[in-house]
């Protein structure tokens, strides 16, 4: 019976859903998130019905591909025969083929072996099967992604995004309409009758007299009890008032609003004078300050003031807390409210610094002075509060009497020290530094800023405790080193640096090149020029291979030269030609230096140690025997290149320096001597053409050419042979021997393109265009990709005033050689002048740093009249490539005529120092037989007179 009775308790506590199956797509814990994340392209209708099944959202139980083969296994087993009879020990309900056989052991170990090798192939098939399940899944997702994997980029982007941009995030009740919001505002009351009746009846205009006005005799007769004796009767329209129905009256509507504002002018007049005693400018101050500060959104004050409210009732004690809510009532505002709050945090965090210091920024200054007061009475070391509390005095003396008492309190204190020691005077900051050295002898600044203001001996003394104290610190012995050179003192200066790296090494500090290195630089800048050059001495070599100590040496010296340290390069240099004697380049690196920023003494002593180290080095000869020729030294400069020919014999740079060195000086007949023994011993076909220049320049064009002859048979394959004998040809006004020569020339120099374009401009100037078209296009085509001949094509056009195919050959042009400098500049004068602009960006996208490009921009500036744009384009063009002739006549002749004489003669200054060589104008003024002598500085003015023509 008590069994019975448990039965069917258990029956009546179980609940009718236990055991029942789950509904089709529920997954447990999908609604509160326990699942991941989760989108309706996995669980929804957007869910493409040949997607592959997510394990995530089966039925329950089915969740991986085991549980849905059980559940297959299942079904098929149901519709199997669950009788008893059809039950087998081995095999169960499932029948076999051998059922009706016994089961013997050779059965039991074969089903073991078949399992085996089952399981085996199964192995060694699942890599395999996995993988291609993988790829055809990766391919599906590929062809059909989830929306969740669609804005997967856009949750990795969330990862980088900045705190500006999470904080300019809405929030989500931003977005809601405002009807959800707030759905009051869409009721209407509506407006009672009465209202408008009211308004019709003071609309109306009354026709008709009063029967109480007809009682008491007229209209006007006043009615009882009234003021005035015109007073109306109730209910009657005043005369001259009467207005249509349904009309306002607005002249009287603006009187009222005069009269109103009459009065309330008359209110803060003055009743004596009748002026008004209202500061406009006051007022307005006062309505500035009226306005909010903050610009956001109040109701983010709000929570942040909640929030903080919050913070600062649950941990009283934290200051951060009271800190940030006092500048919340600040930055709203609400000053007074900000102290309020900050004094109690005081109150709250006696003992915090930072509390303290934001209360005594917001207190006035009378108060703030009693807030520091009480500060410095709950915390009398901290260093901060005691500076707040100077910078609160007015008076030298006072802020001295703080800092005195604060160093009373905080004597290990190196900021106080400092701050204190710069309000006193010489005599006083020695003495306060003495003792301020006892109380901080490891401060490096303290004991530097006593020596600084002691005398030699002392200073000496004061070091030497220093390094006794700090034996790590290299400044130093830097600053003993400078010391003693200040006193002239200089064997000591290399001494004191050589012990400084003996002594920092024993006290394991590591000796890094370039801190030193930068300490060398800022002591050449402060003046000690050997200080640095013995720091530079000591300290290159450290920590360099021998076989990377050249280039780590040049690395250096660059470096400090792009500084200005001139005097480290130097030094780098020295030490680098004291180690490798024999390399050519470092003395020429070195050279170049003293050509720049040394004199011309130092640079004439370097070459002569330079030639007597590498006497093979042309250049370094012809650089010594330059420098005595610019001093107008020449029988020095033919001194040096005796030599040079002793040392180089029938060297043809020295021959034709020496035949440069005599012609420049007038010395013809003797410039020609040297050219005959040149032909005779070292004959070469630079050594001919200078032969045949100098006889075209001194105008014996029969020697010359007779040369030209010579030399045209000895070496045919020189291009320049071929374009002086046919100029000299075309100046004797013999074309048909012009043209032969550029033919014979162009016979055996194909890729010769100013010989193609000389004789191009000889059909031109003969006025056969025909010819010299031809002449460039089988120029083009033995010379392909090349700008020169695509812009002697255009130009050709554009001269013969054919300006439509001169645009399409330019853009032919353009289409070959996309990246031409020269053709991109010509492109933009060719446009039009409203498209000149667009044409230079894209010139300048095509060729960023083309001086020829450049050029065009400036000039393009100039145009527009821009001058400060055109200057500063002419600046960067000179700047990348100073060797660019044209771009020094454009920017000269810029300045001539927007320019002062100062910018004029720097131009002069530094186009004379850049000696450039190329350049169309250029070339075609300082290549002309009549200017063969001029310089660069009397070439510049004449190249700028053809630039004005051409602009």
């Given at each position: 019976?008590?069994?019975?009775?448990?039965?069917?308790?258990?029956?009546?506590?179980?609940?009718?859903?236990?055991?029942?199956?789950?509904?089709?797509?529920?997954?447990?814990?999908?609604?509160?998130?326990?699942?991941?994340f989760t989108t309706r392209s996995?669980?929804?209708?957007?869910?493409?019905?040949?997607?592959?099944?997510?394990?995530?959202?089966?039925?329950?139980?089915?969740?991986?591909?085991?549980?849905?083969m059980k559940a297959s296994r299942k079904t098929e087993d149901e519709e199997e025969d669950l009788n008893d009879a059809n039950y087998d020990e081995f095999t169960g309900y499932a029948g076999n083929l051998f059922a009706s056989g016994p089961y013997e052991k050779d059965d039991e170990e074969a089903d073991h072996i078949y399992d085996t090798v089952d399981r085996k192939m199964d192995e060694r098939r699942k890599q395999y099967r996995e993988r291609r399940e993988r790829e055809e899944l990766e391919r599906f997702r590929e062809e059909r992604p989830k929306i969740q994997q669609m804005f997967s980029d856009l949750k990795r982007k969330l990862a980088v995004i900045t705190e500006d941009d999470w904080t300019n995030i809405p929030e989500v009740g931003d977005a809601r309409n405002k009807r959800q919001r707030n759905p009051r505002l869409e009721k209407i009351t509506p407006v009672p009758d009465s209202l408008f009746a009211r308004g019709l009846q003071q609309g109306e205009t009354v026709n008709s007299l009063d029967s109480r006005q007809q009682h008491f005799g007229g209209i006007n007769t006043p009615f009882p009890g009234a003021s005035g004796l015109n007073t109306p009767f109730p209910g009657t329209a005043t005369p001259g008032w009467s207005t249509p129905a349904g009309e306002l009256d607005m002249r009287k509507i603006g009187q009222a609003r005069n009269t109103l504002m009459d009065m309330r002018l008359s209110q803060v007049s003055d009743s004596v004078s009748g002026q008004t005693v209202v500061d406009p400018k006051g007022y307005l101050t006062d309505l500035h300050s009226m306005l909010p500060q903050y610009g956001g959104d109040v109701a983010d004050i709000k929570k942040a003031r909640l929030l903080l409210k919050s913070v600062r009732e649950t941990n009283p004690k934290h200051p951060p807390a009271w800190i940030a809510s006092a500048r919340l009532e600040e930055v709203t505002g609400k000053v007074q409210i900000a102290r309020n709050i900050i004094m109690k945090g005081t109150e709250m965090c006696p003992k915090s610094e930072d509390v303290w210091l934001e209360a005594a920024r917001l207190q006035p200054s009378e108060a703030a002075r009693a807030v520091c007061t009480n500060a410095i009475m709950q915390l009398p070391q901290s260093v901060r509060i005691w500076i707040r509390a100077s910078s609160l005095e007015t008076d030298d003396k006072a802020k001295?009497?703080?800092?005195?008492?604060a160093l009373e309190h905080v004597p290990n204190s190196v900021r106080l020290w400092k701050v204190a020691v710069e309000l006193e005077d010489a005599e006083d900051a020695?003495?306060?530094?003495?003792?301020?050295?006892?109380?901080?002898?490891?401060?490096m600044e303290l004991w530097l800023a006593l020596a600084k203001l002691e005398s030699y001996e002392n200073a000496r003394k004061v070091l030497n405790k220093a390094r006794e104290h700090i034996p790590t610190e290299r400044q130093i012995w830097i600053?003993?080193?400078?010391?003693?050179?200040?006193?002239?003192?200089?064997?000591?200066?290399?001494?004191?640096?050589?012990?400084?790296?003996?002594?920092?090494?024993?006290?394991?500090?590591?000796?890094?090149?370039?801190?030193?290195?930068?300490?060398?630089?800022?002591t050449e800048k402060a003046g000690s020029i050997a200080t640095c050059q013995s720091i530079i001495k000591h300290v290159i070599g450290i920590g360099i291979e021998d076989e990377d100590r050249k280039h780590s040496w040049m690395d250096d010296a660059e470096s400090c030269i792009s500084h200005g340290a001139y005097e480290c390069a130097r030094a780098i240099y020295a030490h680098a030609l004291n180690t490798l004697p024999s390399k050519k380049s470092v003395w020429l690196r070195a050279a170049y230096l003293e050509k720049s920023h040394g004199t011309r003494e130092s640079l004439e002593a370097l070459l002569q140690r330079a030639v007597a180290h590498c006497p093979k080095a042309e250049v370094l000869w012809l650089m010594g025997a330059k420098s005595k020729w610019m001093a107008n030294d020449v029988s020095a400069a033919r001194s040096i290149l005796a030599l040079a020919f002793q040392a180089n014999p029938n060297s043809e740079d020295i021959w034709l320096a020496a035949v440069k060195l005599e012609s420049e000086n007038n010395e013809h007949d003797r410039a020609r001597k040297l050219l005959a023994k040149a032909r005779a011993n070292a004959c070469t076909a630079r050594v001919m053409m200078k032969s045949i220049k100098l006889e075209w320049c001194l105008n014996r064009l029969d020697e010359a050419q007779s040369l030209l002859d010579e030399a045209t048979q000895k070496y045919p394959d020189f291009a320049k042979l071929w374009m002086m004998k046919g100029q000299i040809a075309d100046q004797l006004g013999d074309v048909a021997k012009a043209r032969e020569a550029y033919t014979a020339g162009l016979s055996k120099c194909t890729r010769a393109i100013p010989l193609w374009i000389l004789l191009s401009k000889l059909e031109e100037r003969r006025g056969t265009l025909t010819k010299a078209r031809a002449v460039l296009e089988k120029a083009r085509l033995k010379n392909p990709m090349n700008p020169e001949l695509w812009l002697?094509?255009?130009?050709?056009?554009?001269?013969?005033?054919?300006?439509?195919?001169?645009?399409?050959?330019?853009?032919?042009?353009?289409?070959?050689?996309?990246?031409?400098?020269?053709?991109?500049?010509?492109?933009?004068?060719?446009?039009?002048?409203?498209?000149?602009?667009?044409?230079?960006?894209?010139?300048?996208?095509?060729c960023e740093h083309d001086p020829h490009v450049l050029l065009a921009i400036a000039r393009l500036f100039w145009s527009e009249r821009k001058l400060t744009k055109a200057r500063e384009w002419f600046l960067r063009t000179v700047k990348i490539d100073p060797d660019f002739g044209d771009a020094w006549a454009y920017f000269y002749r810029f300045e001539l005529a927007h320019g002062n004489e100062e910018k004029q003669q720097e131009i002069l200054k530094r186009c004379g120092n850049a000696e450039p060589r190329h350049g169309e104008l250029w070339q075609s003024v300082s290549k002309d037989i009549a200017n063969w002598k001029l310089k660069t500085k009397e070439l510049l003015p004449l190249v700028s007179i053809k630039v004005s023509v051409a602009f």
């Open positions: 019976m008590t069994e019975l009775t448990g039965v069917i308790q258990s029956q009546k506590k179980k609940k009718p859903w236990l055991g029942q199956a789950a509904p089709p797509g529920y997954v447990p814990g999908l609604g509160r998130g326990a699942t991941g996995d669980i929804g209708p957007a869910r493409d019905v040949s997607d592959p099944t997510d394990d995530r959202h089966a039925p329950p139980g089915l969740r991986t591909v085991g549980d849905q001295k009497r703080v800092f005195r008492k020695r003495i306060m530094l003495a003792r301020a050295v006892e109380c901080c002898p490891h401060s600053t003993a080193a400078k010391l003693e050179e200040a006193h002239d003192n200089m064997k000591m200066v290399d001494k004191i640096i050589e012990r400084s790296i003996v002594s920092l090494k024993a006290n394991m500090v590591d000796i890094n090149r370039e801190q030193w290195i930068q300490d060398a630089e800022n002697a094509s255009v130009r050709l056009e554009w001269n013969g005033n054919i300006k439509n195919i001169a645009s399409s050959l330019m853009a032919r042009a353009l289409q070959e050689c996309p990246t031409s400098g020269i053709l991109w500049a010509e492109a933009v004068f060719i446009e039009a002048r409203p498209q000149r602009k667009t044409k230079s960006v894209d010139a300048l996208k095509k």
